[in-house]
T-cell receptor
Framework: EAGVTQFPSHSVIEKGQTVTLRCDPI?????LYWYRRVMGKEIKFLLH????????ESGMPNNRFLAERTGGTYSTLKVQPAELEDSGVYFC?????????????FGQGTRLTVV | AQSVTQLGSHVSVSEGALVLLRCNYS??????LFWYVQYPNQGLQLLLK??????LVKGINGFEAEFKKSETSFHLTKPSAHMSDAAEYFC?????????????FGQGTRLTINP
């Protein structure tokens, strides 16, 4: 069974450009999460989808970030326009519906560098 | 609000020595506790988790952790380090939020194994 897949693995863009990150969760996982790790800091929650609906987007930094989950399958995270402080590793995770102890499976992450 | 503190951003031990990675948490509700590991160029992988029941939890690769409510700790141990244990380790906490899992991570501890 395929795990959580993220594209691209690395992206280098100039300040002001747009970048779109993609996450394919494990098939059948209704829950999809985005997290971000800025260099030297902890991994922080960005948002949570249940199927196609945004359940919690309290961690989204600002309105330059837009996340979607088409048809409750894959998800995209768009940053427009990108700023230097957006650089970091963006992780996607998915999990089955269940209680809080349900395991979240993480992708390898997308390393975004804004120059 | 929940929070996690990992004592020591870098830990170095000799091969065969005891590994001890410290984690303290803060939570206003009974927590779910996790340790994740990230090997180079890979995603986060669940090592072990505590939800309810036995406070000593055994995980993969010989790791274990003990939930101590009185000390609000969830330290990770392994009796004998192996070179393959070199990685970054993350402690995380969550609670039961709407049946899903929103993780709050510590800053991570990078473990180096000396031959």
């Amino acid at each position: 069974e395929a795990g959580v897949t993220q594209f691209p693995s690395h992206s280098v863009i100039e300040k002001g450009q747009t970048v779109t990150l993609r996450c394919d969760p494990i098939s059948g996982h209704d829950n999809l999460y985005w997290y971000r790790r800025v260099m030297g800091k902890e991994i922080k929650f960005l948002l949570h989808f249940v199927k196609e609906s945004k359940q919690d987007e309290s961690g989204m930094p600002n309105n330059r970030f837009l996340a979607e989950r088409t048809g409750g399958t894959y998800s995209t995270l768009k940053v427009q326009p990108a700023e230097l402080e957006d650089s970091g590793v963006y992780f996607c995770a998915s999990s089955q519906t269940g209680q809080g102890g349900t395991e979240a499976f993480f992708g390898q992450g997308t390393r975004l560098t804004v120059v | 609000a929940q929070s996690v503190t990992q004592l020591g951003s870098h830990v170095s031990v000799s091969e065969g020595a005891l590994v001890l990675l410290r984690c303290n948490y803060s939570s206003s509700v009974p927590p779910y506790l996790f340790w994740y590991v990230q090997y180079p160029n890979q995603g986060l992988q669940l090592l072990l988790k505590y939800t309810t029941g036995a406070t000593l939890v055994k995980g993969i690769n010989g790791f274990e952790a003990e939930f101590k409510k009185s000390e609000t700790s969830f330290h990770l141990t392994k009796p004998s380090a192996h070179m393959s244990d070199a990685a970054e380790y993350f402690c995380a906490v969550s609670d039961l939020i709407q049946g899903a899992q929103k993780l709050v991570f510590g800053q991570g501890t990078r473990l180096t194994i000396n031959p």
